[in-house]
């Protein structure tokens, strides 16, 4: 750890998937940046904007060059049949630009991750929601002029692969595969 400070610092933000791929992205990156992301779990839009500050401050060592973010899975999530969604698409993205504000304010380089895709039968979020949601984000946040990742590319064409058997979460192959496209894109920017 001792001369982290010297190189870039990265913030990864997002929920369970960022989570589970967090640790292998800042091995990947060990040498060239120093990487951290918040225990907690992000999940939707508004507790990423309720948590952001804090998140951002690093335990007072300064605020980081790059944030490499997502939210969208919890927001485009089916709570009940009778609730379409989570969050409504105009509410997620109003809340989007939000936190990406809040970003921008202290850090130079934000990158929104989209949302990965869910496996076949997945109950309670169909990838439909999840492919409107990421095509309003990238719209909304290029045009702001936040970095576009297409994680959900990297995931979708092979989910029985890269997911588990819960059809949400990465399997340890997604995880890799996650791991790699994230360091990779981060990357370009170090």
């Not at 610092?9 to 589970?20: A, E, K, N, Q, T």
């Not at 967090?22 to 951290?36: D, G, K, P, S, T």
């Amino acid at each position: 750890m001792k001369g982290a400070f010297l190189m870039k610092r990265v913030l990864l933000i997002g929920d369970s998937i960022r989570m589970s791929y967090n640790e292998r992205v800042a091995q990947l990156l060990e040498n060239r940046a120093f990487v951290w992301g918040p225990e907690d779990n992000c999940r939707f839009a508004k507790y990423t904007l309720w948590g952001i500050n804090g998140w951002m401050n690093m335990d007072g060592k300064g605020s980081p060059d790059i944030i490499h973010w997502n939210n969208g899975i919890w927001d485009a999530h089916k709570i009940s049949s009778r609730i379409e969604v989570f969050v409504p698409l105009d509410e997620y993205l109003k809340t989007l630009e939000q936190v990406y504000n809040e970003m921008k304010s202290r850090c130079a380089t934000v990158i929104f991750t989209t949302t990965t895709p869910v496996g076949e039968g997945f109950p309670s979020c169909s990838n439909d929601t999840i492919d409107l949601y990421n095509r309003e984000a990238i719209r909304l946040l290029a045009g702001l002029g936040a970095g576009i990742h297409d994680l959900h590319a990297e995931i979708a064409p092979d989910t029985g692969r890269y997911l588990g058997d819960d059809r949400l979460h990465l399997s340890p192959e997604g995880v890799e595969k996650a791991a790699a496209a994230v360091a990779r894109f981060v990357a370009r920017y170090l």
